[in-house]
């Protein structure tokens, strides 16, 4: 015992979690592992470690900062981008597991990474990507979050990917239940992300955690957004929806949260009561009926899939200007379409602007 070698730091933090996290959290000491074994930190967790890779390893990352939220290309400088919206469910989502002792380190790496795999232009651009891809690969398909695994598995770091934990993974691959109601939401099936066993263990709640934290987050700033830029008076908004979940937007993200910790306190499961999930429910249908799908805003949706399916079918068809963007021209058109996927879904807004107009507008040559 005299000649044992004094606990690291990261050790020391394994033992506290051991000490006082709650009996369902995820424990650093016992995470799966990596895809690819290394060598433990001495000062981080392997959840710690997750984290900080997304924030300084991934340039998928830093470009959240210029995609789009709800309005597509807007103006107004103080609108939510992808980038603010991760913090949000960031923030949200710690605020949560604080509560509950559960693992704050994987919460927030999953949630630094749960949107890396967004298309530009917000959800019309990831319907136009998937259409566009099965133009040319009916077998294949697109959604956000299976290519967000796809990013910090396969795309990072010119390929070698992040090798982040299955804890971290799992809560990205499965971080959306796309356009479910909330019960479809808390649902926790045994699912595993890119091919692996899921045996006995069932989803992470710190993963469960960010599913519920996604969705509070978009349905609170999406409306504070249109309210902030004038497509919505407070008049207007659902009277017994606001009753029961807040009249302010701090009162709403408030009121949620609180439901949450107080539905899933010292409980294997992440839940919210019948109260909060049908007002947050009707919420998100009026959002829907209101905003997401108001005519203003599906006539900007008919040029993204103008931009994104013309961008696509020129890099499928045209060598050149394939190769310049990309480097490589595969020779199969299903390979040649998930190259093609995986670079348009990787642009900004602003970039996927300026290559259709680099692209597809005169120049104006000669210039004198």
Request: net charge negative.
């Amino acid at each position: 015992m005299g000649n044992r070698l004094p606990m690291t730091i990261r050790e020391r933090t394994e033992q506290w979690e051991r000490e006082h996290l709650s009996p369902f959290a995820a424990l650093s000491a016992e995470s799966r592992g990596r895809r690819v074994r290394e060598q433990p930190d001495p000062v981080r967790t392997c959840y710690q470690r997750d984290r900080d890779r997304v924030i300084h390893q991934c340039r998928a990352f830093r470009r959240l900062a210029h995609k789009t939220q709800v309005f597509i290309a807007p103006n107004e400088d103080h609108l939510r981008t992808r980038l603010t919206h991760t913090l949000d469910v960031s923030q949200i989502g710690r605020t949560i597991a604080k509560a509950l002792r559960l693992n704050e380190e994987l919460t927030e790496a999953i949630a630094l990474a749960h949107d890396v795999g967004h298309t530009p232009f917000g959800h019309s651009g990831e319907t136009a990507l998937d259409e566009a891809l099965r133009r040319y690969d009916p077998d294949a398909s697109f959604n956000h979050y299976e290519h967000s695994l796809r990013v910090v598995d396969e795309l990072e770091r010119d390929g070698a990917g992040l090798n982040l934990t299955w804890e971290t993974r799992t809560g990205v691959a499965r971080h959306s239940k796309s356009e479910a109601d909330l019960a479809a939401v808390l649902e926790d099936r045994k699912e595993a992300p890119g091919g692996d066993d899921a045996d006995e263990d069932d989803l992470p709640l710190e993963a469960m955690v960010i599913r519920l934290a996604d969705r509070i987050a978009y349905l609170n700033h999406d409306l504070d957004d249109c309210l902030g830029a004038g497509v919505l008076r407070q008049e207007e908004l659902p009277a017994e929806t606001m009753r029961v979940l807040g009249f302010r937007h701090s009162q709403r993200v408030g009121r949620m949260v609180t439901d949450v910790i107080d539905q899933s306190l010292d409980q294997p499961h992440i839940g919210m009561s019948a109260e909060i999930v049908q007002a947050t429910d009707a919420l998100r249908a009026f959002m829907f009926e209101r905003v997401y799908f108001r005519p203003e805003l599906m006539s900007e949706v008919r040029k993204v899939r103008g931009i994104i399916g013309s961008l696509f079918d020129i890099y499928m068809t045209d060598d050149a200007a394939l190769f310049a963007a990309t480097g490589l021209v595969p020779d199969d058109t299903p390979r040649r379409a998930r190259l093609v996927t995986d670079y348009i879904a990787g642009m900004t807004d602003r970039f996927a602007r300026a290559q259709y107009v680099k692209l597809f507008l005169p120049s104006g040559y000669p210039c004198f």
